[in-house]
């Protein structure tokens, strides 16, 4: 009742805490990052109400696409800039402002989309897998009119508009994935990894499974520098990791990726073996 509340028997570690009001006409989340070595008294936390994200999108013609698809085809995946580097969503997976908020949203037809009650946080957007749209990418995030396709966008309460510009001229890269003997590797685990600045951002990763014949296709990619993986198996989403990745930089290949480029690769699949 006089807002205490006690944790036991956490092993040490990076944890966030997440507390959420839900039983008031308007929802409130607070949440703090903390590095846990021993115990830790004093831990305020200071619940603020989420915010509303409305805006449209626009389409460019281009690439691969004939026609340019109806709006409504589309679905948006909001991303928190506060995942753990597992790949974890710690404010939008464990977090239902009012019970009812969803990191997903729909695109009406006449490209205008919502997010309401949006934990306070900084955000980055991307079109979902679910809009079965492979070859389209986000090419710019404008908040409030302020560019944040880099920097993502803050959510403090109230409301914040956005302009999005999606374009069908993304990059792909096909190939085949073998063993260390040119063994084609079916099911393989294939991530094309962004530059370092980017590693923290789930959106800029593409991945795929190779086929029986080892064929695998990365499509959508926006423009930049990317490293390409290939695992036999891996646990999770533990690409997401910006340390795990490092463990295999030498193991993976560079390439850069131009608008609308078709570029293909060989690669050799990482055994499990050669993991940590």
Do not use: C
Request: proline residues 6%.
């Amino acid at each position: 009742k006089d807002g205490s509340f006690e944790i036991r028997d956490v092993s040490p570690g990076t944890y966030t805490i997440v507390a959420t009001v839900d039983n008031i006409a308007v929802p409130m989340v607070a949440r703090q990052s903390l590095q846990l070595a021993e115990s830790v008294d004093g831990v305020r936390l200071s619940p603020q109400s989420g915010g509303t994200v409305r805006g449209r999108l626009h389409m460019e013609s281009g690439g691969t696409g004939s026609a340019r698809p109806d709006p409504s085809q589309f679905f948006l995946l909001l991303h928190s800039a506060a995942e753990d580097t597992d790949g974890n969503d710690e404010s939008l997976g464990s977090v239902a402002m009012g019970g009812g908020f969803s990191n997903l949203a729909h695109v009406s037809g006449d490209g205008s989309f919502a997010w309401k009650d949006v934990p306070p946080g900084t955000y980055f957007v991307q079109i979902s897998e679910v809009s079965a749209m492979p070859d389209w990418f986000l090419k710019s995030v404008a908040s409030d009119g302020h560019d944040a396709t880099d920097t993502g966008f803050s959510v403090g309460g109230g409301a914040i508009s956005l302009d999005l510009v999606a374009t069908a001229n993304g990059g792909s890269i096909d190939g085949a994935v073998g063993n260390q003997d040119d063994e084609p590797v079916a099911d393989a685990v294939i991530v094309a990894a962004p530059e370092a600045r980017f590693r923290n951002r789930p959106d800029r990763y593409r991945k795929a499974l190779a086929d029986q014949s080892g064929h695998f296709s990365l499509r959508g990619l926006p423009p930049g520098d990317y490293t390409l993986f290939a695992w036999e198996s891996v646990e999770g989403d533990a690409y997401y990791n910006p340390d795990f990745l490092r463990s295999y930089e030498d193991r993976g290949k560079a390439m850069h990726v131009r608008a609308g480029d078709r570029l293909n690769v060989q690669l050799k699949a990482i055994p499990p073996e050669d993991q940590p």
